[in-house]
C-alpha cells in the first residue's frame, strides 16, 4: 500500500463506446537512458500500460518487478480461457483471477504480498465497456472513473466533479489529459469497438503519437526537467 | 433407431429427440427424456452408447452449472459448444472414452441470436443452421436443405420439424415412435408438443 502511494499516477476514464487509460512515466533522473523506451515496447506498451488480453487493457502501479509477474499471470489466465472457451475473457472474470491470487499472498504467512495496484480497462459482450481497480489485498471494485498512485485523491476528485454518465471518449480522452495536466510525460491507451468487425481494438500510444494528441487538445509539452536544467 | 434433429430460425433453436431407450433389438423405455437444459438459455440433446449419454450429459450439466455459480451469468452457447468439445476430445484420449454424439443449441443473452452446434463423439464441432444424429439424419438432411429457412417463425420451424420426423416414420425401417421437442428462444427454455 505504501508503494502504491508513492508510484506514479494511473487514471482511467469509462466512457460511452471506450475506456481511456492514462498512466503517469516517473522520470527517475536525467542519468537515466531512456534511449530503449522511446518507441514503446510489443503494441506501444511501456512500463505501466501492458496489453493483458485482446480485449483487455492493464495499467499498473506499485512495484515494477511485482507488476510483471502478475501481468504475466493474467496473460496466461486469458490465454487459458481461451484455450478452454474459445471467447475472449470476460473482464470480471480476469480481475477475478487476479484478485484470487493477490489474496493468496495475504492469507500465508512468510509470503510477501504483491505491491501492486492494477487498473483494467476491458470490453466483454457481457457488460461491454469496463472498469476495474483491484488493490494488493485482493479486493476489486468496478469503477466509472478512478486514479491510483501519489496524488490520487486529488486527481478522483477531479474526475468526480467532471465527469458525465453519458460521456464519450473523445471528451473522455480531453477528461484524462487535463487531469493528468500536471504531466506531461506519460503513457496512453484507449479501448474501443472496431466500427466494422465490432470486436475490441486496444490502441497503447506510442510516444510521439502522445505527443500529438496532447498539441491536438491544446496542451503543449513543457519543457522537461526545468529544476534540473536551471541548477 | 436413435435419432435427433435440431435446426434455428428467428431467434430460436428447435431440438427434438425421440425417446427410446432399446437395448439390441428390444425396447426398454418409450418415454426416455433425450434432451438436458444446460441452463436458462441452453439445450443439449445427446444420443449414444446407452450409459454413456446420461453420464457424459450429467457432467456436462453439472460443469456448466457450477461455472454458472461461480461466475452469476452463464457461459454464452459459444463458449459452452467449446467446452463440451475439449470435454469430448480429452475423454476420447484417455482409456475409456465417452461415445456420445450431441446437438448443442442455445439463446446468446449477450449478442440476442441463435446458436446451435452440431458435435460428435470425436470431438468434431461445426455450426450449422440445422442438424441431425443418428439413422434419421439420412433422410432429414436432405428435407431441411430444401426448407429450412433461418428467418422461418417458430410455427413454420415445427411445421419444418414435423416434415422430418414423418418421413423418417414413413422410410426408415427401425423408426422411433415418439419425440419429445424443446424450444430455447430469448424467453429461456420450453417444451413443446407436436
Same mark, same amino acid.
Given at each position: 500500500?505504501?508503494?502504491?502511494?508513492?508510484?506514479?499516477?494511473?487514471?482511467?476514464?469509462?466512457?460511452?463506446?471506450?475506456?481511456?487509460?492514462?498512466?503517469?512515466?516517473?522520470?527517475?533522473?536525467?542519468?537515466?537512458?531512456?534511449?530503449?523506451?522511446?518507441?514503446?515496447?510489443?503494441?506501444?506498451?511501456?512500463? $505501466? =500500460?501492458?496489453?493483458?488480453?485482446?480485449?483487455?487493457?492493464?495499467?499498473?502501479?506499485?512495484?515494477?518487478?511485482?507488476?510483471?509477474?502478475?501481468?504475466?499471470?493474467?496473460?496466461?489466465?486469458?490465454?487459458?480461457?481461451?484455450?478452454? !472457451?474459445?471467447?475472449?475473457?470476460p473482464v470480471e472474470?480476469?480481475?477475478?483471477?487476479?484478485?484470487?491470487?493477490?489474496?493468496?499472498?495475504?492469507?500465508?504467512?512468510?509470503?510477501?504480498?504483491?505491491?501492486?495496484? =492494477?487498473?483494467?480497462?476491458?470490453?466483454d459482450p457481457h457488460y461491454e465497456?469496463q472498469?476495474?481497480?483491484?488493490?494488493?489485498?485482493?479486493?476489486?471494485?468496478?469503477?466509472?472513473?478512478?486514479?491510483?498512485?501519489?496524488? /490520487?485523491?486529488?486527481?478522483?476528485?477531479?474526475?468526480?466533479?467532471?465527469?458525465?454518465?453519458?460521456?464519450?471518449?473523445?471528451?473522455?480522452?480531453?477528461?484524462?489529459?487535463?487531469?493528468?495536466?500536471?504531466?506531461?510525460?506519460?503513457?496512453?491507451?484507449?479501448?474501443?469497438?472496431?466500427?466494422?468487425?465490432?470486436?475490441?481494438?486496444? $490502441?497503447?500510444?506510442?510516444?510521439?503519437?502522445?505527443?500529438?494528441?496532447?498539441? /491536438?487538445?491544446?496542451?503543449?509539452?513543457?519543457?522537461?526537467?526545468?529544476?534540473?536544467?536551471?541548477? | 433407431?436413435?435419432?435427433?434433429?435440431?435446426?434455428?430460425? $428467428?431467434?430460436?433453436? +428447435?431440438?427434438?429427440?425421440?425417446?427410446?431407450?432399446?437395448?439390441?433389438?428390444?425396447?426398454?423405455?418409450?418415454?426416455?427424456?433425450?434432451? $438436458?437444459?444446460?441452463?436458462?438459455?441452453?439445450?443439449?440433446?445427446?444420443?449414444?452408447?446407452?450409459?454413456?449419454?446420461?453420464?457424459?450429459?450429467?457432467?456436462?450439466?453439472?460443469?456448466?452449472?457450477?461455472?454458472?455459480?461461480?461466475?452469476?451469468y452463464?457461459?454464452r452457447?459459444?463458449?459452452?459448444?467449446?467446452?463440451?468439445?475439449? /470435454?469430448?476430445?480429452?475423454?476420447?484420449?484417455?482409456?475409456?472414452?465417452?461415445?456420445?454424439?450431441?446437438?448443442?443449441?442455445?439463446?446468446?443473452t449477450a449478442? !440476442?441470436?441463435?446458436?446451435?452446434?452440431? +458435435?460428435?463423439?470425436?470431438?468434431? =464441432?461445426?455450426?450449422?443452421?440445422?442438424?441431425?444424429?443418428?439413422?434419421?439424419?439420412?433422410?432429414?438432411?436432405?428435407?431441411?436443405?430444401?426448407?429450412?429457412?433461418?428467418?422461418?417463425?417458430?410455427?413454420?420451424?415445427?411445421?419444418?420439424?414435423?416434415?422430418?420426423?414423418?418421413?423418417?416414420?414413413?422410410?426408415?425401417?427401425?423408426?422411433?415412435?415418439?419425440?419429445?421437442?424443446?424450444?430455447?428462444?430469448?424467453?429461456?427454455?420450453?417444451?413443446?408438443? =407436436?
Open positions: 500500500m505504501e508503494a502504491i502511494s508513492h508510484a506514479g499516477t494511473v487514471l482511467g476514464v469509462l466512457a460511452k463506446d471506450g475506456v481511456v487509460l492514462a498512466a503517469e512515466k516517473k522520470v527517475t533522473g536525467k542519468l537515466l537512458d531512456l534511449s530503449a523506451s522511446t518507441q514503446g515496447g510489443y503494441g506501444g506498451s511501456g512500463e $505501466k =500500460i501492458f496489453l493483458l488480453n485482446t480485449n483487455v487493457i492493464g495499467g499498473v502501479a506499485g512495484l515494477t518487478a511485482d507488476a510483471n509477474s502478475l501481468v504475466n499471470f493474467c496473460r496466461s489466465a486469458a490465454q487459458r480461457h481461451l484455450l478452454t !472457451y474459445n471467447e475472449d475473457i472474470l480476469l480481475a477475478q483471477r487476479l484478485c484470487d491470487l493477490k489474496q493468496g499472498y495475504t492469507q500465508y504467512g512468510g509470503l510477501r504480498p504483491f505491491g501492486v495496484s =492494477i487498473l483494467y480497462a476491458g470490453y465497456f472498469l476495474y481497480h483491484s488493490d494488493p489485498s485482493g479486493n476489486y471494485s468496478g469503477w466509472k472513473a478512478t486514479c491510483i498512485g501519489a496524488n /490520487s485523491g486529488t486527481a478522483q476528485s477531479l474526475l468526480k466533479q467532471e465527469y458525465k454518465d453519458d460521456i464519450l471518449v473523445k471528451d473522455a480522452i480531453g477528461l484524462v489529459l487535463r487531469t493528468m495536466s500536471k504531466t506531461m510525460d506519460m503513457e496512453f491507451a484507449v479501448l474501443t469497438l472496431d466500427p466494422t468487425t465490432k470486436t475490441p481494438k486496444a $490502441k497503447i500510444y506510442r510516444p510521439h503519437e502522445i505527443d500529438a494528441l496532447l498539441l /491536438s487538445e491544446g496542451l503543449t509539452k513543457k519543457d522537461e526537467d526545468t529544476e534540473m536544467k536551471s541548477s | 433407431m436413435e435419432t435427433s434433429f435440431a435446426l434455428t430460425g $428467428k431467434g430460436y433453436v +428447435i431440438i427434438a429427440a425421440d425417446t427410446t431407450a432399446a437395448r439390441s433389438i428390444v425396447k426398454m423405455k418409450v418415454d426416455e427424456d433425450k434432451i $438436458k437444459a444446460l441452463g436458462p438459455h441452453l439445450l443439449m440433446a445427446y444420443s449414444g452408447e446407452p450409459g454413456d449419454t446420461v453420464q457424459f450429459a450429467e457432467y456436462v450439466e453439472r460443469n456448466i452449472r457450477l461455472y454458472q455459480i461461480r461466475n452469476t452463464s457461459l452457447p459459444s463458449a459452452a459448444a467449446s467446452w463440451v468439445r475439449r /470435454s469430448l476430445a480429452e475423454s476420447l484420449r484417455s482409456r475409456h472414452p465417452y461415445s456420445v454424439n450431441l446437438l448443442l443449441g442455445g439463446y446468446d449478442s !440476442y441470436d441463435p446458436h446451435l452446434y452440431w +458435435i460428435d463423439y470425436l470431438g468434431t =464441432i461445426s455450426e450449422v443452421p440445422f442438424a441431425a444424429h443418428g439413422y434419421g439424419s439420412y433422410f432429414a438432411l436432405s428435407l431441411l436443405d430444401r426448407y429450412h429457412n433461418p428467418e422461418a417463425t417458430l410455427e413454420e420451424g415445427l411445421e419444418t420439424l414435423k416434415r422430418c420426423i414423418d418421413e423418417v416414420t414413413k422410410r426408415l425401417v427401425v423408426s422411433p415412435g415418439k419425440y419429445k421437442v424443446k424450444v430455447v428462444d430469448k424467453d429461456g427454455v420450453r417444451e413443446v408438443e =407436436i
